[in-house]
């Protein structure tokens, strides 16, 4: 029972372009959101996060967008830099739950 | 240190083998989690310790025990594995679960491979 869901695995997009990064939940009860940013051969790093109050946080190059009537965020990143490449994991949260997606692998390319 | 170490990086073990992960955190705080990264498939959380009591086992096989001596350290031990069980081990804390906000530090995580 897939609650947290990122149907592209990969993403391929131009340095200086931008990137988005889907994420569909189906837990009404999730009030808090996050992605995590995952290089090889290191744990996950919390890269920006969002209550269900708002529909928009920014943090720099960073962007997460809520949408809670389609259970949907995603994850802006503009300008994409080479060093934005890794595997992205979006999470959800509520009460003591949290789920997280696959991943979706992002490859920026000079 | 800091943040959130976990030894070994890489191990490999027969089914008939007995071994343990290990974390530690130099976060100071509450909550650990052990989480296991399959390839392909979200992370599943395995074990939730608050304040050194376990507050969730996520149907979890017996071959996994998890020990929380003090909130600064968790431990998996491992038995009897199966091929299966190879993934990536990761570890994790926060300050505490009360809050659906607090935010999760993970590890580096342990490579495990089961022969």
Redesign the interface.
Known sequence: D?Q?KQNS?SLSVQEGRISILNCDYTNSMF??F?W?KKYP??????LI?I?SIKDKNEDGRFTVFLNKSAKHLSLHIVPSQPGDSAVY?C?A???????????TRLTVKP | ETGVTQTPRHLVMGMTNKKSLKCEQHLGHNAMYWYKQSAKKPLELMFVYNFKEQTENNSVPSRFSPECPNSSHLFLHLHTLQPEDSALYLCASSRTTSGSTDTQYFGPGTRLTVL
């Open positions: 897939q947290v695995p009030d808090y996050l995590y051969a290191e744990g996950p790093t919390f996060s209550s994991f999470a949260s509520g009460g003591n739950d949290m789920r997280f997606g696959a991943g």
